[in-house]
Nanobody
Framework: VQLVESGGGLVQTGESLTLSCTASEFVFDGNAMIWVRQAPGKEREAVAG???????HVETFMKGGVTVSSDNAKNTAFLQIHNVKPEDTAVYYC??????????????????WGQGTQVTVSS
């Protein structure tokens, strides 16, 4: 399975941004996925994801700031970031777990990873 993120770039504080994660195979229907970001000099942190039952999961510190969704017919998942802030500057990755019941915030549980898309927020 190959995952390709897109939609990153330079945005201004307060704008909204939609990232896409497109899979090479039909994986998102019935399988979990997660969005993870890594800011400069910091460790990777989970942001949001979709459970194997299709339920959305959003980290507490991101609630109200992101919306996660998927279009299974297009093998694509989305992360909408609302009202971006400079602290949202990071490389954003998506990952998928072919065998997972439910959802996990543990990054080691995810099997396939994309190469990331850079998001830079100017103040």
């Amino acid at each position: 399975v190959q995952l390709v993120e897109s939609g990153g770039g330079l945005v201004q504080t307060g704008e909204s941004l939609t990232l896409s994660c497109t899979a090479s195979e039909f994986v998102f229907d019935g399988n979990a996925m997660i969005w993870v970001r890594q800011a400069p000099g910091k460790e990777r942190e989970a942001v949001a994801g979709i459970g194997s039952d299709g339920s959305p999961h959003v980290e507490t510190f991101m609630k109200g700031g992101v919306t996660v969704s998927s279009d299974n017919a297009k093998n694509t998942a989305f992360l909408q970031i609302h009202n971006v802030k400079p602290e949202d500057t990071a490389v954003y990755y998506c990952a998928e777990a072919t065998v997972m019941n439910g959802f996990s915030w543990y990054l080691g549980a995810w099997t396939y990873w994309g190469q990331g898309t850079q998001v830079t927020v100017s103040s």
